[in-house]
């Protein structure tokens, strides 16, 4: 299984929203609803934001949002905030008990 | 408020084994529903699943890596052992052990994570 895609880095400014896209194939993020999105600050452990696509665990801000198309999954934040300045991973069910995790986006919030 | 820590060697050698333990507090090893897992990160890279155990003992491993993983479980100390073998310096890396939601595989709970180097 190789690593999930995702975009090495993205920006934008205080306020706005920005997406970061995960592409996998037909055998994982195709075929289950099961990707989950963490947010890790530098030094830190990573941090759970979004689970089975589109859930939210309790005490994640509601600016945090994903969805899922195809091969394609997306974590959109809203309202940007400084403190969301992260490094964020999406993570897929691959089948056969096996998680894989994508390479990474670093978020710059200018 | 469930929390883990892990605890192990931060130097082992080229060809030597690698022994990494989670400590579970707040949550028990023993409670089915959860898988109990592994993942580590190269530094200034992405995350890389390990494998995780059952409560059973049941295991499943990054294919990857299967030929050289082991984990075990201590319900009765609240514990998750990792065991990697044969290490180099690719092996090199901050070692998380997390919970992750059986079936549904998410991790909603991580360690603080441990630098192990690997290095003569």
């Known amino acids: 299984q190789s690593a999930l895609t995702q975009p090495a880095s993205v920006s934008g400014s205080l306020g706005q929203s920005i997406t970061i896209s995960c592409t996998g194939t037909?055998?994982?993020?195709?075929?289950?609803?099961?990707v989950s999105w963490y947010q890790q600050h530098p030094g830190k452990a990573p941090r759970l934001m979004i689970y089975?696509?589109?859930g939210r665990p309790s005490g994640v801000s509601n600016r945090f949002s994903g969805s899922k198309s195809g091969n394609t999954a997306s974590l959109t934040i809203s309202g940007l905030q400084a403190e969301d300045e992260a490094d964020y991973y999406c993570?897929?069910?691959?089948?056969?008990?096996?998680?894989?995790f994508g390479g990474g986006t670093k978020l710059t919030v200018l | 408020q469930v929390q883990l820590q892990e605890s192990g060697p931060g130097l082992v050698k080229p060809s030597q084994t690698l022994s990494l333990t989670c400590t579970v507090s707040?949550?028990?090893?023993?409670?089915?529903?959860?898988?109990w897992s592994w993942v580590r990160q190269h530094p200034g890279k992405g995350l890389e699943w390990i494998g995780y155990?059952?409560?059973?003992?049941?295991?499943y491993y990054n294919p990857s890596l299967k030929s050289r993983v082991i984990m075990s479980v201590d319900t009765s100390n609240n514990q998750f052992s990792l065991i990697l073998s044969s290490v180099t310096a690719a092996d090199t890396a901050v070692y998380y052990c997390?919970?992750?939601?059986?079936?549904?595989?998410?991790?909603?709970?991580w360690g603080q994570g441990t630098l192990v180097t690997v290095s003569s």
């Open positions: 997390a919970r992750e939601w059986g079936g549904k595989y998410f991790f909603d709970y």
């Open positions: 707040g949550g028990s090893t023993s409670s089915g529903g959860f898988y």
């Open positions: 155990i059952y409560y059973s003992g049941s295991t």
């Open positions: 037909s055998s994982d993020v195709g075929s289950y609803n099961l």
């Open positions: 089975e696509v589109f």
């Open positions: 993570c897929s069910y691959a089948g056969n008990s096996i998680v894989i």
